[in-house]
């Protein structure tokens, strides 16, 4: 065999520098996969570790086109590559997993709801406003308060608003972008939020990971447990197959979170869906069997897939959101030395307030116990020391 034959391990694109990417290059490490990063700076937080990087403009189709030239398969860590230049890639004959055609579902608010209902999956009632009267009709007919949220661009809550009467219905056309659009919703008044994540390969093989129950602080995920406390084996059941038919409907390739409302009689609805690894899956690198990482690898490779299930009867996630603690390091010694079962994964990000910066993981059969270690360690990471 000459030497342009040799064997030579899979390359992964991943597209976007952030912690997803950072923790999906963790897991390619043990794979012996390798991965090429394309990144909006050189120091983000993937580009520390990765040691094939790109920067550059992920909205620019030259420089994809050219960062894809050497991979295998092209993933994400955020949804914001435009359709278009995806389409292209793959027409091309370049593997784009998720593809184009399904992640637009998760690019677009407007396109997801009409696909989803069109298929018959639980939705709040939602309208598309084409101005602030629209929003104020849909308001009265419904009753107030009611959601409105942008199309496409938002993550993180920015893009989502809680309008408790026609007099706030101005607020979401105020600095709509181009080809953004204004999707109104019914107000959910959930009794908790479930995200339900399954991972589907090329060839339609699938699993789905237990069912989470995460908790939101302005618009940001704080804490998930898993699996969703007081969840009947139904219910879970249910909403894992609700997961994985949208799925196969959708053809997503990867990892597909279903983030869910459940409502105070027990049924749920969608709230939208993300086709990468998500924050309420990152209790699967230390608590289950295959980590979302390495599932989301193995499926964009078309490996089979991993087993899903959790290691430990309850299994809880803290975000480390910035606060008044910067020196994240030192109170590492505080944490470690209380606690020799936590799990912490920093994302090299330098801290300001409110942004992601980390998590931990505890896990064990006391489910009190376990969410009592997660809070305090995750709380003193944020500078809270009474926490
Ligand atoms: N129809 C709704 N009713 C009640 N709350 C909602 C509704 N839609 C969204 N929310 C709340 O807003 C949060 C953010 O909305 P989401 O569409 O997931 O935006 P983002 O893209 O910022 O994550 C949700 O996690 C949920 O707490
Ligand atoms: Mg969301």
């Not at 849909?138 to 661009?153: C, H, L, M, N, Y």
């Not at 959910?188 to 699938?206: I, M, N």
């Not at 949208?246 to 997503?252: G, K, P, Q, R, S």
């Not at 964009?300 to 309850?314: C, E």
Request: proline letters at 5%.
């Amino acid at each position: 065999m000459s030497d342009s034959d040799a064997v030579r391990p899979f390359v992964v694109g991943i597209i976007g520098g952030g912690q997803l990417a950072r923790m999906m290059h963790q897991a390619a490490i043990g794979l012996g996969v390798r991965t090429r990063l394309l990144a909006e700076g050189c120091d983000v937080s993937a580009a520390q570790v990765v040691a094939d990087v790109t920067v550059g403009d992920y909205t620019d189709p030259a420089t994809v086109t050219a960062f894809a030239a050497g991979c295998d398969v092209i993933t994400f860590d955020h949804e914001h590559v435009p359709a278009a230049i995806l389409r292209e890639l793959e027409a091309s004959g370049k593997a784009v997993r998720p593809g184009p055609a399904a992640l637009v579902h998760a690019q677009d608010k407007v396109l997801m709801r009409e696909r989803l209902s069109a298929f018959g999956a639980p939705c709040p009632v939602f309208r598309v406003v084409p101005d602030e009267a629209a929003l104020v009709a849909f308001g009265d007919e419904q009753g107030w308060p009611v959601i409105a949220k942008t199309s496409r661009g938002g993550y993180d809550g920015k893009g989502v608003w809680k309008l408790d009467g026609p007099e706030q219905a101005a607020e979401p056309f105020a600095r709509l972008g181009e080809g953004v659009q204004v999707l109104a919703e019914e107000h959910v008044d959930f009794a908790r939020e479930l995200s339900a994540l399954v991972v589907r390969s090329p060839s339609g093989q699938a699993v789905a990971y237990p069912v989470s129950e995460s908790v939101q602080r302005d618009g940001v995920c704080v804490e998930t447990t898993t699996p969703a406390p007081g969840l009947t084996e139904e219910q879970a059941t249910s909403a894992q197959h609700l997961a994985l038919a949208i799925a196969a409907e959708l053809e997503v390739v990867g990892l597909l979170a279903v983030e869910l409302m459940q409502r105070r009689d027990g049924s749920v609805v969608v709230n939208e869906l993300a086709m990468r690894p998500h924050n309420t899956g990152h209790w699967s690198i230390d608590g289950a069997h295959t980590s979302q990482f390495e599932n989301h690898l193995r499926a964009v490779l078309d490996l089979p897939l991993g087993d899903p299930v959790a290691r430990q009867p309850w299994t809880v996630m803290g975000n480390v959101l910035g606060g008044t603690e910067e020196d994240l390091p030192s109170a590492l010694l505080h944490c470690f030395a209380r606690d020799r079962r936590l799990r912490v994964h920093l994302y090299g990000k330098e801290v300001k307030p409110g942004r992601k910066v980390g998590h931990v993981t505890t896990f064990g059969s006391d489910l009190d116990d376990v969410r009592r270690r997660a809070r305090h360690a995750a709380g003193y990471l944020r500078g809270d020391h009474d926490a």
